[in-house]
């Protein structure tokens, strides 16, 4: 099969190549899916240039990638199952993340053959295209785990986006309406048009307006841009009101080389058992990958979720594609079709 291949961890345009490989061998309760769609979001930039390098640690090998292919959202069709799969059958129309567990490895969906636990996927609605549902998984399950799982978000609540325009920004607005907030959403002039179709009530333009000095209060800031502090937000929270932040570090443009976004994520954590605008492990607990899916597969159903896809890109100029996602401008997510 075709694939996008790594060696070494390094800038996509330097390390990332299309080579003939092996098609993967189908394990006991895997699925290999056929490709039909894939993602590129900033979770595959981290795995594929390894930084900051304390994420090496986290499953995706030190001194090189133990998974040559990136990739880890995926939309296709089954092509077969292995032992003790019992959900899904050649032929099914599937979309889902490639590994089960929270880890930063590369995901082998970059290719026309990937094998997947049956745990991670959920069958496509037949009424969403193969790109979008490969627009969700990960932005989705990122956008699922901050709204419910420690912010308690119910109808009548209000929520501020920070970052509405991109992937895990317009999932959230979305998701957050779904459950009858009334979300405001925050992001550069050129993206509130789109941000306002997705059903927000109300929009700013970071770049004119700064939310934190207009007197409003939120029940809950999601900051997906990760730019903000918990100290500038205070006097835009409710008594009880909720700062979450994603930890996303511009593709190493805010921190450092090692560690990252991980330092500041660790001191949020520590202190959350003392600040009341901190999430807390009170709230409903965080969907797994599968429970998470077939929300998602609902809301894509029933029309209450439309991903918003900015380019695609054919699977020889993945590069191009990661470069594009480096520069800051995509408004929705950026796809790869084999």
Same mark, same amino acid.
């Given at each position: 099969?075709?694939?996008?291949?790594? !060696?070494?961890?390094?800038?996509?345009?330097?390390?990332?190549?299309?080579?003939?490989?092996?098609?993967? +061998?189908?394990?006991?309760?895997?699925?290999?899916?056929?490709?039909?769609?894939?993602?590129?979001?900033?979770?595959?930039?981290?795995?594929?240039?390894?930084?900051?390098?304390?994420?090496? %640690?986290?499953? *995706?090998?030190?001194?090189?990638?133990?998974?040559?292919?990136?990739?880890?959202?995926?939309?296709?069709?089954?092509?077969?199952?292995? =032992?003790?799969?019992?959900?899904?059958?050649?032929? !099914?129309? @599937?979309?889902?993340?490639?590994?089960?567990?929270?880890?930063? /490895?590369?995901?082998?969906?970059? +290719?026309?053959? @990937?094998?997947?636990?049956?745990?991670?996927?959920? /069958?496509?609605?037949?009424?969403?295209?193969?790109?979008?549902?490969?627009?969700?998984?990960?932005?989705?399950?990122?956008?699922?785990?901050?709204?419910? *799982?420690?912010?308690?978000?119910?109808?009548?609540?209000?929520?501020?986006?920070?970052?509405?325009?991109?992937?895990?920004?317009?999932?959230?607005?979305? %998701?957050?309406?779904?459950?009858?907030?009334?979300?405001?959403?925050? !992001?550069?002039?050129? =993206?509130?048009?789109?941000?306002?179709?997705? *059903?927000?009530?109300?929009?700013?333009?970071?770049?004119?307006? !700064?939310?934190?000095?207009?007197?409003?209060?939120?029940?809950?800031?999601?900051?997906?841009?990760?730019?903000?502090?918990?100290?500038?937000? /205070?006097?835009?929270?409710?008594?009880?009101?909720?700062?979450?932040?994603?930890?996303?570090?511009?593709?190493?443009?805010? =921190?450092?080389?090692? $560690?990252?976004?991980?330092?500041?994520?660790?001191?949020?954590?520590?202190?959350?058992?003392?600040?009341?605008? $901190?999430?807390?492990?009170?709230?409903?607990? +965080?969907?797994?990958?599968? +429970?998470?899916?077939?929300?998602?597969?609902?809301?894509?159903?029933?029309? =209450?979720?439309?991903?918003?896809?900015?380019?695609?890109?054919?699977?020889?100029?993945?590069?191009?594609?990661?470069?594009?996602?480096?520069?800051?401008?995509?408004?929705? /997510?950026? %796809?790869?079709?084999?």
């Amino acid at each position: 099969m075709r694939a996008i291949v790594q !060696d070494r961890y390094g800038p996509p345009a330097e390390v990332l190549r299309l080579r003939e490989i092996e098609t993967p +061998a189908v394990g006991d309760g895997e699925v290999l899916v056929r490709v039909r769609a894939s993602c590129v979001h900033p979770d595959v930039w981290h795995e594929v240039t390894g930084r900051p390098w304390v994420l090496r %640690l986290m499953g *995706g090998g030190f001194s090189r990638p133990k998974n040559p292919v990136p990739g880890t959202d995926v939309a296709g069709v089954v092509e077969a199952v292995g =032992k003790g799969v019992t959900e899904f059958g050649p032929g !099914d129309a @599937v979309f889902g993340e490639t590994y089960a567990e929270l880890v930063w /490895r590369n995901g082998g969906a970059f +290719a026309e053959y @990937v094998s997947v636990p049956e745990d991670t996927l959920a /069958r496509k609605p037949a009424a969403v295209s193969f790109e979008a549902a490969a627009a969700v998984p990960a932005a989705g399950f990122i956008a699922l785990v901050n709204l419910r *799982g420690s912010a308690r978000l119910e109808a009548g609540k209000s929520v501020l986006v920070n970052g509405a325009g991109g992937g895990v920004g317009s999932t959230a607005v979305q %998701l957050a309406k779904a459950y009858g907030a009334r979300v405001t959403g925050v !992001d550069h002039g050129a =993206k509130l048009e789109m941000i306002r179709s997705l *059903g927000a009530d109300h929009v700013i333009d970071y770049t004119r307006e !700064d939310f934190t000095r207009r007197g409003e209060r939120y029940d809950l800031i999601l900051d997906v841009a990760s730019n903000l502090s918990l100290r500038a937000c /205070r006097s835009s929270l409710t008594p009880e009101g909720v700062y979450l932040v994603i930890g996303h570090d511009h593709f190493g443009q805010a =921190k450092g080389r090692v $560690l990252g976004s991980v330092p500041r994520m660790l001191g949020l954590l520590a202190l959350s058992r003392f600040v009341r605008h $901190l999430p807390t492990s009170q709230g409903e607990p +965080a969907p797994t990958k599968k +429970a998470a899916m077939e929300l998602l597969a609902e809301l894509l159903a029933a029309g =209450k979720l439309t991903p918003v896809i900015d380019r695609t890109y054919p699977l020889d100029q993945v590069p191009e594609a990661m470069l594009y996602l480096e520069s800051g401008h995509a408004c929705g /997510r950026i %796809l790869v079709v084999p």
